[in-house]
């Protein structure tokens, strides 16, 4: 697998950002050249973003083709630029996995870190209690579990990883819509490797077991504590119960999009006396909805929306599971973490 790197001195800054990844830039040039496409499309979560313009360079300079950067804003697989790609013949989405069946000119570039993880698990083993723990990661370290079940291994330490399927391509692969593959196994504590506490505190939530976090980049260690978050959620609800004017919140992103949940919901709040509707956006950003007039909300968009950026809205965000305690069709004794399982990508 090639590095992508920038061959013009003045793009230096764009390919720093990717100093620390690998990009498979030789099988999209080998691609691009061999389909003909004339106009190709560049799409990368705020992350890699900068690298773009170097990217751009190197295929334009390799292929002759001309290229489009999607300007938007971009949060993984579930968010194609659907516009972008019927402006272009080929699209290459940098950064995440495919899921689902998405637009045939899309090609899904994964951005592999580099850093070693050996020695953060070895750390992190000392805080595992068990002898047989569920090992998980994101897209940007899968590459590398061979490497973290093997250290474990030379622990005493039996490391399993949960099977792709439905929204996962690679096992042992978390999702922040998705923790599929934690809760297929067995074990009593899980050890993710990453960087980040929402995927952590995911497998925590939708497992109710332990989870270790061992973050190759800063070299760190840690137990994940879901308390504050779920007093976090708590609290949401208390305030939403307040309300009696709802938006339920619809994403035009072709992962994420859940009509048909949004309209059940719709119904179970009317049916309590509610006024409910339906708001379908991109983007949902916390003027949209004081615009409407809403006192509440219910996302069915990604879990993150309700659950990372709470502290951005004055009115308080719920995700499905929790607006269904609220209106009493689920109880509050074990917290389920809302997860999109079907294989949606609606076009």
Request: glycine share 8%; proline share 4%; with cysteine.
């Amino acid at each position: 697998m090639a590095r992508a790197h920038s061959t013009a001195g003045s793009s230096s800054n764009s390919d720093s950002c990717l100093s620390g990844y690998d990009l498979d830039l030789d099988r999209a040039v080998d691609l691009i050249q061999k389909s003909g496409a004339r106009r190709v499309g560049l799409q990368a979560p705020e992350g890699l973003k900068r690298a773009l313009l170097a990217l751009a360079r190197q295929i334009e300079e390799k292929t002759g083709a001309e290229v489009i950067i999607s300007g938007d804003p971009c949060f993984g697989a579930c968010d194609v630029d659907m516009e972008l790609c019927r402006e272009v013949d080929l699209m290459l989405h940098l950064g995440h996995a495919q899921i689902g069946v998405g637009p045939d000119n899309v090609i899904f570039l994964v951005a592999r870190m580099k850093e070693d993880i050996r020695d953060v698990v070895e750390k992190a083993a000392i805080l595992l209690k068990s002898k047989r723990v569920g090992v998980t990661t994101t897209i940007q370290h899968v590459h590398k579990l061979d490497q973290a079940l093997e250290a474990l291994k030379e622990r005493g330490i039996e490391g399993l990883l949960g099977p792709a399927g439905g929204r996962v391509k690679y096992p042992g692969q978390v999702l922040g819509c998705s923790y599929s593959t934690a809760r297929a196994l067995d074990v009593e504590e899980y050890l993710f490797i990453g960087t980040g506490q929402f995927h952590p505190l995911g497998i925590a939530l939708a497992t109710c077991k332990r989870v270790v976090i061992a973050d190759p980049v800063t070299g760190e260690v840690s137990e994940i504590d879901t308390d504050p978050m779920l007093r976090r959620r708590f609290g949401a609800i208390s305030r939403a119960g307040k309300a009696k004017r709802f938006a339920i919140l619809v994403s035009k992103k072709p992962g994420q999009k859940r009509m048909e949940l949004a309209t059940r919901l719709k119904a179970l709040g009317e049916a309590r006396g509610l006024e409910m509707f339906l708001v379908y956006l991109d983007n949902i950003e916390p003027d949209r909805l004081l615009n409407l007039g809403a006192e509440a909300a219910v996302s069915t968009a990604c879990p993150r929306v309700a659950l990372d950026d709470a502290a951005k809205y004055r009115i308080p965000i719920l995700t499905p599971p929790e607006f269904e305690v609220l209106v009493g069709e689920r109880e509050w004794v074990e917290y389920r973490f809302d997860e999109i399982e079907e294989l949606i990508f609606v076009l």
